[in-house]
T-cell receptor
Framework: SQQGEEDPQALSIQEGENATMNCSYK?????LQWYRQNSGRGLVHLIL?????REKHSGRLRVTLDTSKKSSSLLITASRAADTASYFC????????????FGGGTRVLVKP | DTEVTQTPKHLVMGMTNKKSLKCEQH?????MYWYKQKAKKPPELMFV???????INESVPSRFSPECPNSSLLNLHLHALQPEDSALYLC????????????????FGAGTRLSVL
């Protein structure tokens, strides 16, 4: 079953603009990850934020986590056409073994 | 090497055929996964192998049969599939629980695009 819901489902921006997408989840988590998927390809891990962290940066990516609201956001700054992809959050609840539960995804289109 | 290799890239099969999907990783990962993904949907977990033993089966129909011959290889045997089984099948691997909870970062292959006629 799907743990996370992502918002918006789709996003269209111009190159150079920032893209923000949100993820909400239902249960407690050990950590939250974000993945990118280019069309018809496999997923690529972008960033992991632990449940005791509030913000994390990696290059042009900034992730926040609010465990009290059970939500996370992913910000891509100065977007490029190559950032066009679907972005998924994935949660790792306690006692779930190796299982990740993916959100519904946000499809991002960056127009040149 | 952070690569997970899946073969074939594309597969077309009839409902009476038997085929297999293959997945290989050489990262020393001890957990391997099969996912099914429909268009514009997130990946749905099918199976998890941990230390070469099946640890999670997400109530997948028996026409899908996973196999883990060794720690680097994962197969998915297909038999008597239905047209609704057409999807992108993704394999992934991770360090497994020995890598700690924070190491459940999964590395994905490029997938097998399966069409069932």
């Amino acid at each position: 079953s799907q743990q996370g819901e992502e918002d918006p489902q789709a996003l269209s921006i111009q190159e150079g603009e920032n893209a923000t997408m949100n993820c909400s989840y239902k249960t407690s988590i050990n950590n939250l990850q974000w993945y990118r998927q280019n069309s018809g390809r496999g997923l690529v891990h972008l960033i992991l934020i632990r449940s005791n962290e509030r913000e994390k940066h990696s290059g042009r990516l900034r992730v926040t986590l609010d465990t009290s609201k059970k939500s996370s956001s992913l910000l891509i700054t100065a977007s490029r056409a190559a950032d066009t992809a679907s972005y998924f959050c994935a949660t790792d609840p306690p006692a779930a073994g190796n299982k990740l539960t993916f959100g519904g995804g946000t499809r991002v289109l960056v127009k040149p | 090497d952070t690569e997970v290799t899946q073969t074939p890239k594309h597969l077309v099969m009839g409902m009476t055929n038997k085929k297999s999907l293959k997945c290989e990783q050489h990262m020393g990962h001890r957990a391997m996964y099969w996912y099914k993904q429909k268009a514009k949907k997130p990946p749905e977990l099918m199976f998890v192998y941990s230390y070469e033993k099946l640890s999670i089966n997400e109530s997948v129909p028996s026409r899908f049969s996973p196999e883990c011959p060794n720690s680097s290889l994962l197969n998915l045997h297909l038999h008597a599939l239905q047209p609704e089984d057409s999807a992108l099948y993704l394999c992934a691997s991770s360090q497994g629980l020995a890598g700690g909870r924070a190491k459940n970062i999964q590395y994905f292959g490029a997938g097998t695009r399966l069409s069932v006629l």
